[in-house]
């Protein structure tokens, strides 16, 4: 079974300054791992993904993600926040041959001016 | 042209009625999804299909039946409707790649 873990419900920030958003993981094989954002009354947006290759991996809106595979984490980055950022986001996971792609229970991010 | 739409957006009805959400893609994948988004805005998977055929149905009440009629087309029907079921369903397909393109999503509300 695959699983995903985001600890923070909320996490809060000041713009300007670094956001974290966590995320462990649990899957069978080589993981294929999502990040998405979901603005209020909208459907989820990708930001980002990783399937093999170099651990960081880039995204949309200056976001990136570091994969860790001991420690079974996709942390979500950004290393400036903006105020338009505040959304809630989704990590999700899957096995390599999986339809199913599993989602965390999202952690709502707020930067405040 | 937007690339996974679903209808309606709003759909208000009364206990023990049946309804239906259509969904419609247009990026010429052959996976598409439903989820469902509770009040606490967990997303849980419903149904998925390839190429018309249906690969994941997961614990979901048979009151609730999927259908496709072609690959760019996933409906979701739903029978004898329940307080509970009042939620926002998501409509998805799936690039090769693995990316999930989102529809905007459907808030259904049961009274």
């Known amino acids: 079974a695959q699983s995903v873990a985001q600890p923070e419900d909320q996490v809060n920030v000041a713009e300007g300054n670094p956001l974290t958003v966590k995320c462990t993981y649990s899957v069978s094989g080589n993981p294929y791992l999502f990040w998405y954002v979901q603005y209020p009354n909208r459907g989820l947006q990708f930001l980002l993904k990783y399937i093999t290759g170099d651990n960081l991996v880039k995204g949309s809106y200056g976001f990136e993600a570091e994969f860790n595979k001991s420690q079974t984490s996709f942390h979500l980055k950004k290393p400036s926040a903006l105020v338009s950022d505040s959304a809630l986001y989704f990590c999700?996971?899957?096995?390599?041959?999986?339809?199913?792609?599993?989602f965390g229970a999202g952690t709502t991010v707020t930067v405040r001016a | 042209d937007t690339a996974v739409s679903q209808t309606p957006k709003y759909l208000v009805t009364q206990m023990g009625n049946d309804k239906s959400i259509k969904c419609e893609q247009n990026?010429?994948?052959?996976?598409m999804y439903w989820y469902k988004q509770d009040s606490k805005k967990f997303l849980k998977i419903m149904f998925s299909y390839n190429n018309k055929e249906l690969i994941i149905n997961e614990t979901v009440p048979n009151r609730f039946s999927p259908k496709s009629p072609d690959k760019a087309h996933l409906n979701l029907h739903i029978n004898s409707l329940e307080l509970g079921d009042s939620a926002v369903y998501f409509c998805?397909?799936?690039?090769?790649?693995?990316?999930?393109?989102f529809g905007s999503g459907t808030q259904l509300s049961v009274l």
């Open positions: 990026l010429g994948h052959d996976t």
């Open positions: 999700a996971v899957r096995g390599p041959n999986d339809y199913k792609l599993s």
């Open positions: 998805a397909s799936r690039s090769k790649m693995g990316k999930l393109f």
